[in-house]
Nanobody, 122 residues
Framework: QVQLVESGGGLVHPGASLRLSCAAS????????MGWFRQPPGKEREFVAG????????TIADSMKGRVTISRDNAKNTVYLQIDSLKHEDTAVYYC???????????????WGQGTQVTVSS
């Protein structure tokens, strides 16, 4: 059974940093591209970042470039999302996803985690 389990979310102040983790099981993560999406309250899910199978090429949403780093450790079957200088508008449920290739649209991914809530509030 494939499982993606996100962790690391929480309540933080503006300007803080967070590192989200996604632990994968039931699949060979090294064969899959990994991604992070988020869904702000009352809005549609949107792409945040993606990383290729090898960990080489990455793609970051234009709105988050300079503040977000995605990385992976295939030996640990874990992908990470570092978000710096958090803003109120970063408040969202953050989802980890896995798929055959690096896409920026959610309908191209095969597996999804349950999400982790990130709330940025002063």
């Amino acid at each position: 059974q494939v499982q993606l389990v996100e962790s690391g979310g929480g309540l933080v102040h503006p300007g803080a940093s967070l590192r989200l983790s996604c632990a994968a099981s039931g699949l060979t993560m090294s064969r899959l591209a990994m991604g992070w999406f988020r869904q702000p309250p009352g809005k549609e899910r949107e792409f945040v970042a993606g990383i290729s199978r090898s960990g080489g090429p990455t793609t970051i949403a234009d709105s988050m470039k300079g503040r977000v780093t995605i990385s992976r450790d295939n030996a640990k079957n874990t992908v990470y999302l570092q978000i710096d200088s958090l803003k109120h508008e970063d408040t969202a449920v953050y989802y980890c996803t896995a798929g055959r290739a690096l896409f920026t649209t959610d309908n191209n991914y095969d597996y999804w985690g349950q999400g982790t809530q990130v709330t940025v509030s002063s």
